[in-house]
């Protein structure tokens, strides 16, 4: 297939258009810059010039694939939104793949019982915007839409998970949001790639997948592996929520969520099996870790 995939030079995306090529498809990548093209290519990525803010460009584009693959966000729904709208409205009625990647915090805290998706949404501040985006992918006729809803996102030494290991190198301990007796839900990058690819290949049109890897894992846990990667010896130390609103806003609520969730649906519908380690053995040893 050929496929566009914006966010490509992101933490997702590139990990995500790597796969896509190693499977065999055609990917191009969408680069706002210089530096992105740069980037692109030193991946193998070809790229294509756009940009999120270029709605009416973005249309454009996209005639010319066959799937395209949503991974890029401004983390604005004054951007986000009306970028995605105008490519759905370009693809309508071509049969064409459109998959948007969400998010767990979409769900809210779960309230300790292991959600699904079709559980109710109850979204974080930060993502409030995300559910009618969802929506208009899966509404818009004549494509095939599937939305991916991953955890907390981990390994390659990126993401949120960093966030601590910094912490702890900064300031001699892993710094978390809250009381740390609430539950990450996570998935290791090359295994969410690789549902990516499944998905892509073989998801059903309006499926909506989450990405999470075993149950989820306490905050205290994952920082004290944290700690101990980065050389601090698993020292840990509490950001009270409201201290923490004060420099991260809507973040700060985001990363103090209590939330389980299966991923029985994209195990069982397209035989995804993660194999990566777990945030605890990647932290404490794998990519994160203090060489």
Not at 3 to 25: D, F, N, R
Not at 26 to 49: C, M, T, Y
Not at 67 to 84: F, I, K, L, R
């Given at each position: 297939?050929?496929?566009?995939?914006?966010?490509?030079?992101?933490?997702?995306?590139?990990?995500?258009?790597?796969?896509?090529?190693?499977?065999?498809h055609q990917v191009k990548g969408l680069a706002r810059s210089d530096d992105a093209k740069r980037k692109l290519e030193s991946?193998?990525?070809?790229?294509?010039?756009?940009?999120?803010?270029?709605?009416?460009?973005?249309?454009?584009?996209?005639?010319?694939?066959?799937?395209?693959?949503?991974?890029?966000?401004?983390?604005?729904?004054?951007?986000?939104?009306?970028?995605?709208?105008?490519?759905?409205?370009?693809?309508?009625?071509?049969?064409?793949?459109?998959?948007?990647?969400?998010?767990?915090?979409?769900?809210?805290?779960?309230?300790?019982?292991?959600?699904?998706?079709?559980?109710?949404?109850?979204?974080?501040?930060?993502?409030?915007?995300?559910?009618?985006?969802?929506?208009?992918?899966?509404?818009?006729?004549?494509?095939?839409?599937?939305?991916?809803?991953?955890?907390?996102?981990?390994?390659?030494?990126?993401?949120?998970?960093?966030?601590?290991?910094?912490?702890?190198?900064?300031?001699?301990?892993?710094?978390?949001?809250?009381?740390?007796?609430?539950?990450?839900?996570?998935?290791?990058?090359?295994?969410?790639?690789?549902?990516?690819?499944?998905?892509?290949?073989?998801?059903?049109?309006?499926?909506?997948?989450?990405?999470?890897?075993?149950?989820?894992?306490?905050?205290?846990?994952?920082?004290?592996?944290?700690?101990?990667?980065?050389?601090?010896?698993?020292?840990?130390?509490?950001?009270?929520?409201?201290?923490?609103?004060?420099?991260?806003?809507?973040?700060?609520?985001?990363?103090?969520?209590?939330?389980?969730?299966?991923?029985?649906?994209?195990?069982?519908?397209?035989?995804?099996?993660?194999?990566?380690?777990?945030?605890?053995?990647?932290?404490?040893?794998?990519?994160?870790?203090?060489?």
């Amino acid at each position: 297939m050929k496929i566009l995939v914006t966010g490509a030079t992101g933490y997702i995306g590139s990990a995500v258009a790597g796969a896509l090529a190693k499977a065999g498809h055609q990917v191009k990548g969408l680069a706002r810059s210089d530096d992105a093209k740069r980037k692109l290519e030193s991946l193998a990525i070809q790229p294509v010039r756009g940009d999120l803010t270029d709605a009416a460009g973005l249309s454009a584009l996209v005639q010319d694939f066959d799937a395209v693959v949503w991974t890029a966000t401004s983390n604005s729904e004054a951007v986000d939104a009306p970028a995605v709208a105008a490519v759905l409205d370009k693809l309508a009625g071509t049969g064409k793949t459109f998959l948007y990647t969400s998010g767990v915090w979409v769900h809210g805290g779960t309230r300790g019982d292991v959600a699904d998706e079709d559980s109710p949404l109850n979204a974080a501040e930060l993502v409030a915007w995300r559910p009618s985006v969802e929506k208009r992918v899966l509404a818009t006729q004549g494509i095939r839409g599937i939305v991916i809803r991953p955890g907390i996102v981990y390994g390659r030494a990126g993401g949120i998970p960093g966030m601590l290991g910094s912490s702890a190198r900064e300031g001699g301990a892993a710094r978390f949001v809250g009381t740390g007796e609430n539950h990450w839900p996570v998935v290791f990058v090359d295994d969410l790639a690789d549902l990516y690819v499944r998905a892509v290949e073989r998801a059903s049109a309006g499926a909506i997948l989450l990405a999470v890897q075993g149950p989820s894992f306490k905050v205290k846990d994952i920082a004290a592996a944290a700690s101990e990667g980065a050389g601090a010896g698993g020292k840990t130390v509490a950001w009270p929520l409201e201290e923490a609103r004060k420099q991260f806003g809507a973040f700060a609520d985001a990363l103090a969520l209590d939330q389980k969730f299966s991923a029985r649906r994209a195990e069982q519908s397209l035989g995804w099996a993660p194999r990566g380690p777990t945030i605890i053995e990647e932290l404490r040893s794998g990519s994160y870790a203090r060489r």
